[in-house]
């Protein structure tokens, strides 16, 4: 399957952004979908992540209660709904899907996209 992130950009602080993952290839309702970020000369972390069906999700502490995963399998297309946007979520934000399980590890993901940047100004 491949990934295609989208939607990033430049918000101010406390400001909102979706961002897209959209897949092709296969169909992506038979895989977990996680989203992790790296900021410069940080490691890549995850961020929030949605089980196959939609019926489970996770996040990092840093973003609960802020950030939103959503999936629609209909379109192929996972979701992550950012508000309440800070400067320390400044970071390339990747799509990444497991056939496995919902999992906050890295090497769990067999499949990513290719990123796409989000700058949140102070």
């Known amino acids: 399957v491949q990934l295609q992130a989208s939607g990033g950009g430049l918000v101010q602080a406390g400001g909102s952004l979706r961002l897209s993952c959209a897949a092709s290839g296969r169909t992506l309702s038979g895989y977990a979908v996680g989203w992790f970020r790296q900021a410069p000369g940080k490691e890549r972390e995850f961020v929030a992540g949605i089980r196959y069906n939609g019926g489970s999700t996770s996040y990092a502490d840093s973003v609960k209660g802020r950030f939103t995963a959503s999936r629609d399998n209909a379109k192929n297309t996972v979701y992550l709904s950012m508000n309440s946007l800070k400067p320390e979520d400044t970071a390339v934000y990747y799509c990444?899907?497991?056939?496995?399980?919902?999992?906050?590890?890295?090497?769990?993901?067999?499949?990513w996209g290719q990123g796409t940047q989000v700058t949140v100004s102070s």
């Open positions: 990444a899907a497991s056939i496995i399980f919902l999992s906050s590890v890295a090497d769990d993901y067999g499949y």
